[in-house]
């Protein structure tokens, strides 16, 4: 069996929670697709339940609802490479972050007989910055744990925070919204709106590494009142050689994105939306697609790509630039 299996990943769980909620009509079928995938699993997946000739005949429609043709709702089992996917994700350190020790201990306990899939000492990772967060320290997974409680409870947070070049540590109240994780950086950081002298609230990104202490404080504050974080966005044009699009797609995983498909069959139009303090990261990841990727828009995007190529182009060949 491959390694992402389409019976036993993503899909299935979606085809799954869909036909377990069941009559709905074609609006709501999409919206369960859509909270429950990723940017482009819409566009993947609605053929499956709403194009006669590619569809799985899972449903069938009666008026404007449609129903399961399945006389009992699907059950899946846990795969061995599932338990062996699990036993590896606890051997990363990140991983006491979010689960207690005593969680651990309880997995590791039900795993004994399963092999991990590999190990720590068998991945090596390039264009990563050398330092990392101390994910070790129960100080830091202290800080973590009450971070996420906040954000899951929508509690207000204290957090003392270390000043610029280890200066006076800085209180703030917080409205915690998310936590984030930087693969190139190695690190956790904290988003959400911190209240300022004047009392009106900004948006914040905090290095966990940076937290101090936190402390839940009792009062809670409404869904709506962290707004997300104003997002950019660029246009590209892909060129599907190679697995272009596959490897686009998991390469901006971490970005919200639609993907739409062209007249020609190998071009696709991929937006990615991000935030301004990700702009660099995401212009080196652009930039590593070579010719197969095209940034149409916008303008200052484009110029950005210019003059790093210009800059490389002095660095490495610099007898050329008067040719």
Known sequence: MPLFHEIYGQYFAIAE????????????????????????????FADAFFNEED?????????????????????????????????????????????????????????????????????????QFQTDDRFHNTEYQRNIHLLVAGIQKQLYLEIEYQGLDNQVNVTHRIKPDKIEYSHKNNKFRLKGKRQTKK?????????????????????????????????????????????????????????????QKLEDEAMYQLTIF????????????????GPFLKVTAPNRFIQQIQYRLRKQREMFYPKYLDQ
């Open 17 to 44: 929670k869909v036909l377990q909620q069941l009559p709905m009509n074609k609006n709501e079928i999409q919206q369960v697709i859509e909270e429950n995938g990723y940017g482009e699993t819409l566009f993947h």
């Open 55 to 127: 569809a799985w005949h899972l449903v069938k429609q009666d008026k404007e609802c449609y129903h399961s043709i399945l006389h009992q709702l699907p059950q899946r089992p846990v795969t061995l490479l599932e338990k062996q996917w699990l036993k590896t994700m606890l051997q990363d350190d990140k991983i006491s972050l979010f689960l207690t020790e005593a969680e651990q201990l309880h997995l590791l306990n039900q795993l004994q007989e399963v092999s991990v899939l590999f190990g720590p000492e068998d991945i090596d990772y390039y264009d």
């Open 199 to 259: 009392g009106k609230w900004e948006n914040c990104l905090l290095n966990v590494s940076e937290i101090q202490t936190v402390r839940l404080l009792k009062q809670h504050f409404e869904n709506n009142s962290v707004q997300r974080i104003t997002e950019k966005s660029i246009t590209c044009l892909l060129k599907d050689q190679r697995d272009t699009l596959e490897r686009a797609t998991f390469h901006f995983s971490n970005y919200r994105k639609v993907t």
């Open 274 to 289: 991000y935030l301004a303090q990700d702009e660099t990261e995401l212009l080196i990841q652009v930039l590593s697609f």
